[in-house]
């Protein structure tokens, strides 16, 4: 896409060029060939007794070859003075397109002594602007992280002596204690490790932000690491009597950190226990696929409508369902999941409907990522895609776009299956071409962060119980 856009520019740029070159010719050379040609017309008319017979041609010839070279040098002029104009509006459209690429580093020098230049300058003091609110913004998210970690040291410096002495208390080890006693005392320590759990999942947030997130590497095996992984869980899970069903291919040895892959499996299969009816069945997978090892973990409880697969990874997100709320939590698991796969450059998405079940899959390179970029985990990104598809709408629809998205906002029809059905219904009225309809779901998806990718094919999948496209969170 910015490829074409680029050529098109050149194209523009070039058809500049050839208007400006032809205009300042036509200029040029009109004028002074009217000029040679009334001139030789009056020659020829004023004295015809005197020309010869060879002389009249030989005229004619030497105002040709006049028009001709003053054709030339105007060409020539037209051209240079053509690239005079068009050159710093490329050098324009070269600079904006390093902003779009997020460098506010980027300045002009263009001396046109017009308004050209007055733009390039104009151009420069809004990049020199931006540049100062970008460091502004690196400034404040540095600033938020450290005193986020900060913070949570501060906070469970006190927890760890405080819990212990809640524990002696709860053991009777300075006297006997009633039955209220103990009741309100196993509450005080249910909070305590629950607010324990929080700054814990703080910490953890903090360093990934900070690009701080520890990797122990190391030659795994890890379809044992699953293994022992889901027997670890098998304890929450018998519970609700669920049973947890383990797939997984053979796996060579791989470098990985076996740590950070349990974590993200005990939080991922946690929630499914948590949103599974009893008696039900909690299926865990793992295989090969191309230069990274794909995982999942699914289950067969209340599903996610489209709206909340957009924000389940977001932090402190919880399904809003009364019935679900009874198990608690504070909302940071799945965000803490995407921060440890995103920052090995892995992916992590769920596929879902309401009512089916979800399928939550990672992805894990086969090369591990030594070294460790932040991922931005606290802000939420509902605002930037809503703002994206308002975009979208204007460009396709034009002056009523704007007005059929907040119909749609009003409607809490926002979610990727709303608005493909939205998309299917203009193009059924013949107000969007099937091939516009198309580009218009590419759009939506893309801001969704989702692209086809086909992940597995086998048949015992998601995918075809639920006959859904299979999509990639990007």
């Given at each position: 896409m910015d490829g074409n856009k680029f050529d098109i520019k050149n194209l523009l740029l070039t058809k500049i060029n050839r208007k400006l070159t032809l205009l300042f010719m036509i200029v040029a050379l009109v004028a002074p060939a009217l000029g040679i040609y009334y001139f030789y017309i009056s020659s020829v008319s004023s004295f015809p007794g005197t020309l010869s017979v060879t002389q009249a041609p030989l005229l004619r010839i030497v105002a040709i070859m006049i028009i001709i070279l003053i054709a030339v040098d105007a060409g020539i002029i037209g051209f240079f003075v053509s690239r005079s104009i068009s050159k710093p509006i490329r050098e324009l459209y070269n600079a904006t397109r390093e902003v779009e690429k997020g460098n506010y580093d980027v300045r002009l020098d263009i001396k046109t002594h017009d308004e050209i230049e007055e733009l390039a300058k104009a151009f420069n003091r809004t990049t020199a602007a931006l540049g100062i609110l970008q460091e502004e913004r690196k400034e404040i998210d540095n600033a938020k992280t450290e005193f986020l970690s900060i913070t949570s040291h501060e906070l469970r410096s006190p927890m760890t002596p405080m819990k212990a002495q809640l524990q002696m208390l709860m053991e009777e080890y300075f006297g006997k204690l009633k039955k209220k006693q103990k009741e309100s005392l196993a509450i005080i320590i249910?909070?305590?490790?629950?607010?324990?759990?929080?700054?814990?999942?703080?910490?953890?947030?903090?360093?990934?932000?900070?690009?701080?997130?520890?990797?122990?590497f190391q030659e795994t095996d890890l379809a044992q690491t699953i293994i022992d992984t889901t027997r670890f869980m098998e304890g929450f899970a018998k519970d609700k009597n669920i049973e947890l069903i383990v797939?997984?291919?053979?796996?060579?040895?791989?470098?990985?950190?076996?740590?950070?892959?349990?974590?993200?499996?005990?939080n991922l299969i946690?929630?499914?226990?948590?949103?599974?009816?009893?008696?039900?069945?909690i299926e865990i997978s793992a295989e090969l696929e191309r230069e990274y090892i794909l995982f999942g973990v699914r289950d067969y409880g209340c599903g996610l409508t489209s709206?909340?697969?957009?924000?389940?990874?977001?932090?402190?997100?919880q399904v809003e369902s009364t019935s679900r709320r009874r198990h608690g939590g504070t909302g940071l698991g799945l965000a803490i999941c995407r921060g440890i796969v995103e920052s090995q450059n892995g992916k992590i998405w769920v596929e879902s409907k309401s009512g089916k079940g979800c399928k939550f899959c990672f992805t894990v390179p086969l090369t591990p990522v030594r070294k460790i970029r932040p991922i931005k985990i606290l802000f939420s990104q509902k605002g930037v895609?809503?703002?994206?598809?308002?975009?979208?709408?204007?460009?396709?629809?034009?002056?009523?776009?704007?007005?059929?998205?907040?119909?749609l906002k009003n409607k809490n029809a926002l979610g990727k299956d709303d608005l493909f059905g939205y998309v299917d219904s203009l193009t059924g009225q013949y107000i969007l071409t099937p091939e516009r309809g198309l580009d218009f779901k590419n759009r939506i998806e893309k801001i969704f962060g989702y692209e086809k990718d086909v992940i597995n094919k086998k048949e015992d999948t998601i995918y075809n119980s639920l006959g859904d496209e299979v999509l990639k969170r990007d």
């Open positions: 249910r909070n305590a490790d629950r607010l324990d759990n929080i700054i814990v999942d703080f910490l953890e947030i903090s360093r990934i932000e900070a690009a701080r997130l520890k990797f122990n797939n997984v291919d053979k796996l060579s040895i791989l470098e990985v950190d076996p740590d950070r892959i349990s974590q993200v499996f005990r946690s929630n499914a226990i948590k949103f599974s009816e009893g008696n039900s069945k709206e909340n697969q957009i924000r389940v990874f977001e932090p402190f997100f895609i809503e703002r994206k598809i308002r975009e979208e709408f204007k460009t396709i629809l034009g002056p009523l776009g704007n007005g059929e998205f907040n119909e």
